[in-house]
């Protein structure tokens, strides 16, 4: 049984540029949420999508947006890409309270 | 505003012995507490749970200690063995939040000397 898959692995854009990273869930799961951790730092709540919509929001600028698919797939969008945005990308997908898996993430570098 | 602290970047410990790791936390709301275990290249793996209702949970060689008056958590692992030489971090979250929304700390490194 497949965990949660990321993609991509790693990439590298140019400030300004818009980047979109793509989540699938563990098979089950319905929930997605992303994170973003930054170098020697914990990982950081950005938003969590359940039925195609975002339930919850965390303290990210509007820059970040989001979409969940019906097959619960999900992609996470960054435009006009900062130096401060260079992160490792966590998606994680849950269906009961409390189950978080994550997959190993997207590391983002922006040059 | 951290509102998960983990105090400690680094711990050494030798093969065998107890490793005891510490989390700190400001936001009263917090009443569900979460410890995860990373490896270089891969995601955060769970590894186990409190609630504020309870003061210690137990799940094989770990440990977790919640202090509630103290805003403390500790996770204890005995024996420590090589394997757990890895990133931990504590996560928090609050009333009502359930998994919608973790805090996580810093996170420790800890490291296991044969």
């Known amino acids: 049984d497949a965990g949660v898959t990321q993609s991509p692995t790693h990439l590298i854009k140019t400030r300004g540029q818009q980047v979109t990273l793509r989540c699938s869930p563990k098979s089950g799961h319905d929930t997605v949420s992303w994170y973003q951790q930054a170098l020697g730092q914990g990982p950081q709540f950005i938003f969590q999508y359940y039925e195609e919509e975002e339930r919850q929001r965390g303290n990210f600028p509007d820059r970040f947006s989001g979409h969940q698919f019906p097959n619960y797939s999900s992609e996470l969008n960054v435009n006009a890409l900062l130096l401060g945005d260079s992160a490792l990308y966590l998606c994680?997908?849950?269906?009961?309270?409390?189950?978080?898996?994550f997959g190993s993430g997207t590391r983002l570098t922006v040059v | 505003d951290q509102q998960v602290k983990q105090n400690s970047p680094s711990l050494s410990v030798q093969e065998g012995r107890i490793s005891i790791l510490n989390c700190d936390y400001t936001?009263?709301?917090?009443?569900?507490f979460l410890w995860y275990k990373k490896y270089p290249a891969e995601g955060p793996t769970f590894l186990i749970s409190i609630s504020s209702i309870k003061d210690k949970n137990e799940d094989g060689r770990f440990t977790v200690f919640l202090n509630k008056s103290a805003k403390h958590l500790s996770l204890h692992i005995v024996p420590s063995q090589p394997g757990d030489s890895a990133v931990y971090f504590c996560?928090?979250?609050?009333?009502?939040?359930?998994?919608?929304?973790?805090?996580f700390g810093q996170g420790t490194r800890l490291t296991i000397n044969p």
């Open positions: 936001n009263s709301m917090f009443d569900y």
């Open positions: 994680a997908s849950s269906l009961v309270r409390y189950g978080y898996t």
């Open positions: 996560a928090a979250s609050a009333k009502g939040q359930g998994a919608q929304k973790l805090v």
